[in-house]
């Protein structure tokens, strides 16, 4: 059985890069807030996302979304430890993977993206089956 083409690895990679290349342009051009921190949270979860999609495209929607949620709750959580902030300061671009410091409000906007992302999925899986 072939992949879903909606599942394409090439397709996959060319929209993440796209939202790394958001999320790049949200960190670097909008000014820090409230706005653009959830911005940036949720695109970082989609690529989450489409990161375990295009490692395994036949994963269902639902282990895609679990593994991407587990992978951004344990970055968050990880952020209470202050080594990422620490790291950050030695090597600034790691900042973009591990962030600085812990926001409760991450893990919902994370929850809330992963969902929709999962939901989408689903849905498309099923448009093209």
Known sequence: MSEPDARSRV?????????VGAGLAV????????VSDIAGDALY????FLAV????????????????????????LF???GVPLQVGGLIPPAVLVLGT??????LLV??????????AD?????IRS
């Open 11 to 19: 397709r996959v990679a060319a929209l993440a890069v796209l939202v």
């Open 27 to 34: 960190h670097l051009w909008l000014p820090d807030s409230a």
């Open 45 to 48: 979860a989609i690529v989450a």
């Open 53 to 76: 999609v295009f490692i395994a495209p036949r994963v269902r929607p639902w282990i895609a979304g679990a593994i991407a949620l587990g992978w951004c709750m344990a970055v968050e």
């Open 79 to 81: 952020q209470l430890t």
């Open 101 to 106: 410091v812990f926001d409760a409000r991450d």
């Open 110 to 119: 994370y929850v809330v993206t992963v969902a929709l992302m999962t939901g």
């Open 122 to 126: 689903a849905a498309a899986r099923g």
